[in-house]
């Protein structure tokens, strides 16, 4: 065969596999053991089924090497040379007929601040894995079945750096999974779509959660900004169960042929199956598209240049608003900033962005830069504070181009780099990291020590450096220009040249614009008057951004009735909405830069209780202490203030306003609160007694990340948790469970091959005759299956699942 390349730019659509691990199932691999490691042992079974998806018309398909990290295996196997050998295993069986894309599936640990896992850790465990399947063979990596962005990241960063040691071309794709509109971890299907087009992956998409009436709506939230080919993968159908307890997925090959015939009308490239086909449902599916040929979606919103965060993105440019990037948090002229970044301390940073945020800023610009402050820790960890907190992109702000690197390597989406000048060398050095980092970046016309004065002297200058980018391989999306403000004061004709430079990026070269606004009126009185006026006329000109301070009103003002004007504010809702009881001198509410996608922003904390809300564990615990100090009863700090908030919470989880970042952060913060509080609960001798439950993962199963976040949440609400871990026998809880007294146990499973051993333990509980209910949960698991095995409940997340214990257990909740 050509080189899968080709697949990528001709008009014809193609076709991956589907389903392997109920197959492999079926051909002996045994309950509790993992795939790889069967595979491994047991080629020919793994290796005919590869082969029969190529005879089914599969044009690629995926290695058994979906759980091949280092976290994953067991301790001891050689992660490299294990996916080596599965890889040549499915190279042997296809011979040349199909395609090899080596699979890499989710590691079961967050990177943090989620989890305790850093971005570089988990770059090097994909590098080991991508490395070992790339010397066996595989034509193209597939990171799929992904639920977080920094990870999804992770992997096309590892596989570049593979194909860079290599000196090979190895083409990446990654797929997300999602549970509605959002990814387990919060993103979205668009800015899933924009993180990765920003890394220059070569095709993208979504697979398994459902079958392919259910993700119609994911797959059509993708297109108002692709441009990259896109696979889809559904399950066949929905999971069941037949008469004997087993999961079966019942949508036959010609019904899921005839479903997914949609995605290839919607403009996807490449098709296949996930959990539930088989090469029968390949075939069928073949037969059902061959006479489309594949049109590249043409995007309605064909936006130059967008930033995102785990969970939003902002696009610049175009028919999108005026975005603000938030200037505050740059220590010049601010001694408790300096003094407080000099001892790499962030509250003040926070207290600025937190004001930004709820000003209007789409993005917060973060410089550290001050005398005693360590640029090269002190910003990676302000940044990856931010992005903990704040549901906005980050522009990051330093001429160290080490501390530059390092804060890329804490960010899960798509930040911005500023700046890259002409200075000597410095298009070389950042350049390439904005391409491996997905980050967009500011180019600032500047070269040696003197400024350009003329609109044409910088657009010679811009032109140089996009020459020097294009050189480099770095795609022009990521570019947006800085217009380069001088003040009016000495150079009368200095806003004129703005004007004119900005125009010419937005007609001629098609580039998004910023500023540093205020440096037009420098010198001049009444400031405020000068910089708002110049922003309406730069907006005019085409400007799609500006560095500015965000509490500015009559900025805030200007830009709102711009977008109007512009007829960028459909039917001026926007304006409406902020300015309806507008007096002169009162201002509005709002900003250009909240339908930009920079999302709401959060006061400070003043209670225990809106400090656990907002998942701010440092401030809880300063207001704790506080509270204290006054006087006040632990037990009343207890029960009127964090019961009453994580219950909030956990409301706002049910009803989509809270995603698992959100959750994580106050559920970690509740603990932290409640570490300091139980010493003195215990002392007054009124402590309640906690209700104690048992924790595990069935026998098999090694996915434990579901598990730890309900055990993490049911502490909170006042159960003892013993966590037995994953792979856990039913014999062992069950024994654990009579020992400690609980009478609750739950169980977590990941897989439709592990659900099944739920039962084990619900048998044993009976034929011991013991009072203990057994509540199940996990991502394949559901009602009718608990009914079906005689569980006394099922809970689809973390809040449920309390709210179930807690019911089970005859406990009553504070509501």
Same mark, same amino acid.
């Given at each position: 065969?050509?080189?899968?390349?080709?697949?990528?730019?001709?008009?014809?659509?193609?076709?991956?596999?589907?389903?392997?691990?109920?197959?492999?199932?079926?051909?002996?691999?045994?309950?509790? &053991?993992?795939?790889?490691?069967?595979?491994?042992?047991?080629?020919?079974?793994?290796?005919?089924?590869?082969?029969?998806?190529?005879?089914?018309?599969?044009?690629?398909?995926?290695?058994?090497?979906?759980?091949?990290?280092?976290?994953?295996?067991?301790?001891?196997?050689?992660?490299?040379?294990?996916?080596?050998?599965?890889?040549?295993?499915?190279?042997?069986?296809? !011979?040349?007929?199909?395609?090899? *894309?080596?699979?890499?599936?989710?590691?079961?640990?967050?990177?943090?601040?989620?989890?305790?896992?850093?971005?570089?850790?988990?770059?090097?465990?994909?590098? #080991?894995?991508?490395?070992?399947?790339?010397?066996?063979?595989?034509?193209?990596?597939?990171?799929?079945?992904?639920?977080?962005?920094?990870?999804?990241?992770?992997?096309?960063?590892? *596989?570049?750096?593979?194909?860079?040691?290599?000196?090979?071309?190895?083409?990446?794709?990654?797929?997300?999974?999602?549970?509605?509109?959002?990814?387990?971890?919060?993103?979205?299907?668009?800015?899933?779509?924009?993180?990765?087009?920003?890394?220059?992956?070569?095709?993208?998409?979504?697979?398994?959660?459902?079958?392919?009436?259910?993700?119609?709506?994911?797959?059509?939230?993708?297109?108002?900004?692709?441009?990259?080919?896109?696979?889809?993968?559904?399950?066949?159908?929905?999971?069941?169960?037949?008469? /004997?307890?087993?999961?079966?997925?019942?949508?036959?090959?010609?019904?899921?042929?005839?479903?997914?015939?949609?995605?290839?009308?919607?403009?996807?490239?490449?098709?296949?199956?996930?959990?539930?086909?088989?090469?029968?449902?390949?075939?069928?599916?073949?037969?059902?598209?061959?006479?489309?040929?594949?049109?590249?979606?043409?995007?309605?919103?064909?936006?130059?240049?967008?930033?995102?965060?785990?969970?939003?993105?902002?696009?610049?440019?175009?028919?999108?608003?005026?975005?603000?990037?938030?200037?505050?948090?740059?220590?010049?002229?601010?001694?408790?900033?300096?003094?407080?970044?000099?001892?790499?301390?962030?509250?003040?940073?926070?207290?600025?962005?937190?004001?930004?945020?709820?000003?209007?800023?789409? &993005?917060? !610009?973060?410089? &550290?830069?001050?005398?005693?402050?360590?640029?090269?820790?002190?910003?990676?960890?302000?940044?990856?504070?931010?992005?903990?907190?704040?549901?906005?992109?980050?522009?990051?702000?330093?001429?160290?181009?080490?501390?530059?690197?390092?804060?890329?390597?804490?960010?899960?989406?798509?930040?911005?780099?500023?700046?890259?000048?002409?200075?000597?060398?410095?298009?070389?050095?950042?350049?390439?990291?904005?391409?491996?980092?997905?980050?967009?970046?500011?180019?600032?016309?500047?070269?040696?020590?003197?400024?350009?004065?003329?609109?044409?002297?910088?657009? *010679?200058?811009?032109?140089?450096?996009?020459?020097?980018?294009?050189?480099?391989?770095?795609?022009?999306?990521?570019?947006?220009?800085?217009?380069?403000?001088?003040?009016?004061?000495?150079?009368?004709?200095?806003?004129?040249?703005?004007?004119?430079?900005?125009?010419?990026?937005?007609?001629?070269?098609?580039?998004?614009?910023?500023?540093?606004?205020?440096?037009?009126?420098?010198?001049?009185?009444?400031?405020?008057?000068?910089?708002?006026?110049?922003?309406?006329?730069?907006?005019?000109?085409?400007?799609?951004?500006?560095?500015?301070?965000?509490?500015?009103?009559?900025?805030?003002?200007?830009?709102?009735?711009?977008?109007?004007?512009?007829?960028?504010?459909?039917?001026?809702?926007?304006?409406?909405?902020?300015?309806?009881?507008?007096?002169?001198?009162?201002?509005?509410?709002?900003?250009?830069?909240?339908?930009?996608?920079?999302?709401?922003?959060?006061?400070?904390?003043?209670?225990?209780?809106?400090?656990?809300?907002?998942?701010?564990?440092?401030?809880?615990?300063?207001?704790?202490?506080?509270?204290?100090?006054?006087?006040?009863?632990?037990?009343?700090?207890?029960?009127?203030?964090?019961?009453?908030?994580?219950?909030?919470?956990?409301?706002?989880? #049910?009803?989509?306003?809270?995603?698992?970042?959100?959750?994580?952060?106050?559920? /970690?913060?509740?603990?932290?609160?409640?570490?300091?509080?139980?010493?003195?609960?215990?002392?007054?001798?009124?402590?309640?007694?906690?209700?104690?439950?048992?924790?595990?993962?069935?026998?098999?199963?090694?996915?434990?990340?579901?598990?730890?976040?309900?055990?993490?949440?049911?502490?909170?609400?006042?159960?003892?948790?013993?966590?037995?871990?994953?792979?856990?026998?039913?014999?062992?809880? &069950?024994?654990?469970?009579?020992?400690?007294?609980?009478?609750?146990?739950?169980?977590?499973?990941?897989?439709?091959?592990?659900?099944?051993?739920?039962?084990?333990?619900?048998?044993?509980?009976?034929?011991?005759?013991?009072?203990?209910?057994?509540?199940?949960?996990?991502?394949?698991?559901?009602?009718?299956?608990?009914?079906?095995?005689?569980?006394?409940?099922?809970?689809?997340?973390?809040?449920?699942?309390?709210?179930?214990?807690?019911?089970?257990?005859?406990?009553?909740?504070?509501?």
């Amino acid at each position: 065969m050509s080189d899968f390349r080709s697949l990528l730019s001709d008009s014809s659509l193609h076709f991956f596999d589907g389903g392997f691990g109920a197959l492999l199932q079926s051909r002996g691999l045994p309950p509790g &053991v993992a795939p790889e490691m069967f595979g491994v042992k047991n080629p020919e079974p793994v290796a005919a089924i590869h082969a029969e998806y190529a005879a089914a018309g599969a044009e690629v398909v995926t290695t058994n090497t979906f759980g091949g990290t280092r976290f994953k295996l067991d301790p001891g196997v050689d992660a490299r040379a294990l996916n080596r050998e599965l890889a040549r295993i499915a190279k042997r069986a296809v !011979d040349g007929r199909a395609f090899v *894309a080596g699979s890499v599936g989710p590691s079961g640990h967050f990177i943090a601040p989620l989890g305790d896992v850093s971005f570089r850790e988990m770059v090097a465990a994909y590098r #080991e894995q991508i490395l070992g399947l790339a010397e066996g063979g595989a034509d193209l990596i597939l990171g799929e079945t992904q639920f977080d962005l920094a990870e999804a990241k992770a992997i096309v960063i590892a *596989a570049r750096e593979v194909s860079e040691q290599l000196s090979r071309d190895l083409p990446v794709g990654v797929t997300m999974t999602f549970e509605g509109a959002k990814s387990l971890t919060g993103t979205s299907p668009l800015t899933f779509i924009d993180t990765m087009q920003n890394l220059g992956v070569d095709f993208l998409g979504t697979n398994c959660s459902a079958g392919p009436e259910q993700i119609v709506d994911v797959v059509r939230a993708m297109l108002p900004r692709l441009s990259t080919p896109l696979l889809v993968q559904p399950n066949a159908g929905l999971p069941e169960l037949d008469e /004997e307890g087993r999961t079966v997925f019942r949508l036959g090959p010609e019904d899921f042929a005839r479903q997914c015939r949609a995605f290839a009308e919607m403009g996807a490239k490449f098709l296949g199956g996930c959990c539930g086909t088989t090469p029968a449902h390949i075939s069928a599916l073949r037969a059902a598209v061959a006479d489309l040929p594949w049109r590249r979606p043409v995007p309605p919103d064909p936006s130059p240049l967008v930033l995102t965060c785990r969970s939003s993105s902002v696009a610049f440019g175009g028919e999108n608003p005026l975005v603000i990037i938030g200037e505050r948090i740059n220590p010049t002229g601010k001694k408790v900033l300096a003094d407080e970044l000099s001892q790499n301390l962030h509250a003040e940073a926070l207290r600025l962005a937190t004001e930004q945020a709820a000003q209007g800023a789409g &993005v917060l !610009d973060v410089n &550290v830069g001050a005398p005693m402050v360590d640029e090269k820790t002190v910003l990676p960890a302000l940044a990856l504070a931010l992005s903990s907190r704040f549901e906005l992109p980050l522009s990051l702000d330093t001429s160290d181009i080490e501390a530059m690197e390092n804060a890329l390597w804490t960010q899960p989406g798509s930040p911005l780099v500023n700046s890259i000048s002409g200075e000597p060398g410095r298009m070389e050095q950042l350049g390439p990291l904005c391409k491996k980092f997905g980050a967009p970046f500011i180019l600032l016309p500047l070269e040696g020590r003197k400024l350009p004065y003329t609109a044409q002297e910088r657009i *010679a200058v811009i032109d140089r450096l996009l020459a020097q980018a294009d050189s480099l391989g770095i795609p022009r999306r990521l570019v947006m220009v800085d217009a380069l403000v001088l003040t009016v004061s000495s150079k009368a004709l200095a806003a004129r040249h703005c004007l004119e430079t900005i125009r010419h990026c937005a007609d001629v070269l098609g580039l998004p614009t910023t500023m540093g606004l205020s440096n037009v009126s420098f010198g001049l009185p009444a400031r405020e008057l000068l910089n708002s006026s110049f922003l309406t006329l730069s907006m005019g000109a085409g400007l799609s951004s500006c560095i500015a301070n965000p509490a500015s009103r009559r900025l805030r003002e200007a830009a709102a009735a711009a977008e109007v004007l512009l007829a960028r504010d459909a039917n001026a809702g926007r304006y409406i909405a902020s300015y309806a009881d507008w007096t002169p001198g009162a201002g509005g509410v709002g900003g250009p830069a909240s339908g930009a996608g920079g999302g709401a922003g959060r006061g400070k904390a003043a209670t225990p209780g809106e400090a656990v809300v907002m998942g701010d564990r440092d401030g809880l615990i300063s207001l704790i202490e506080a509270e204290l100090a006054a006087g006040a009863d632990p037990f009343a700090l207890v029960d009127g203030a964090l019961i009453p908030a994580i219950l909030e919470v956990g409301r706002k989880y #049910e009803r989509k306003e809270y995603f698992l970042p959100q959750l994580l952060r106050s559920a /970690e913060a509740m603990q932290a609160g409640f570490a300091r509080l139980e010493p003195l609960l215990m002392a007054s001798g009124r402590a309640e007694k906690k209700t104690p439950i048992v924790m595990a993962t069935v026998e098999g199963d090694i996915h434990d990340i579901g598990k730890n976040i309900v055990c993490l949440m049911l502490k909170n609400h006042g159960f003892e948790v013993f966590d037995l871990g994953k792979d856990v026998p039913a014999a062992q809880i &069950v024994d654990e469970a009579e020992r400690v007294g609980a009478k609750v146990i739950g169980l977590s499973a990941l897989m439709t091959t592990t659900m099944v051993r739920m039962e084990d333990t619900v048998r044993l509980v009976k034929e011991r005759g013991l009072p203990i209910k057994v509540m199940i949960g996990g991502a394949v698991v559901t009602e009718a299956f608990a009914l079906s095995i005689g569980a006394d409940g099922f809970s689809r997340d973390a809040v449920a699942a309390v709210k179930l214990a807690a019911e089970l257990s005859g406990r009553v909740l504070a509501q």
